[in-house]
């Protein structure tokens, strides 16, 4: 799993009007929570946040999250608002995560090589793109790779079929078609 450093400092103001001046400030209002954490009002520069986000493209991912006097904690990206008109980041919400727990995550597929069925004329139908997973944070993958350079006509793949770590249980339906050929 991608894991992501971010420094952020604590606040005091709440609402709207001290979001605003942070805002204004070039900083992003936050907030981290979590099952045994009670919830931390942050601030975390809006420049180098949305930089770092922009570069996980969607992906799982683990951030550090280092609060100014007070530890770094193992974090989710629960929650990102934006403005639907700028497209800037208006607030960041970060859920604490116990690395020792199973969690349910979606993991995109990609599919390598070309199927022989499909030299032979057949058509190449990809049914999903994704998978739900449950497992420990630090060992999900970021995508699960499937070869499908031997699939011939009439054959298919199903998630029975995934070739996934020791940990790592897959939540879809064994019988669930992945990619065919037709």
Do not use: W
Request: glycine share 8%; hydrophobic share 40%.
């Amino acid at each position: 799993m991608i894991q992501l450093d971010v420094t952020s400092q604590p606040r005091t103001a709440t609402g709207k009007g001290a979001a605003r001046t942070l805002r204004r400030a070039g900083r992003t209002p936050a907030v981290m929570y979590g099952t045994k954490t009670e919830p931390v009002s942050l601030s975390i520069d809006t420049h180098s946040f949305t930089q770092s986000v922009l570069n996980l493209q969607r992906r799982n991912a683990i951030v550090n999250l280092s609060v100014e006097g007070g530890g770094t904690y193992q974090v989710f990206i629960k929650e990102l608002q934006t403005d639907p008109v700028h497209d800037t980041l208006k607030h960041a919400d970060f859920f604490v995560v116990d690395i020792d727990r199973e969690y349910d995550f979606t993991v995109p597929l990609h599919y390598v090589g070309k199927a022989k069925g499909v030299d032979l004329g057949g058509e190449l139908h990809v049914a999903q793109n994704e998978v739900q997973v449950k497992a420990k944070p630090m060992l999900v993958p970021d995508a699960i790779e499937i070869d499908i350079a031997d699939l011939d006509q009439g054959e298919a793949i199903s998630c029975e079929q995934l070739n996934v770590a020791d940990g790592i249980t897959v939540l879809n339906p064994a019988s669930l078609v992945l990619v065919s050929v037709q």
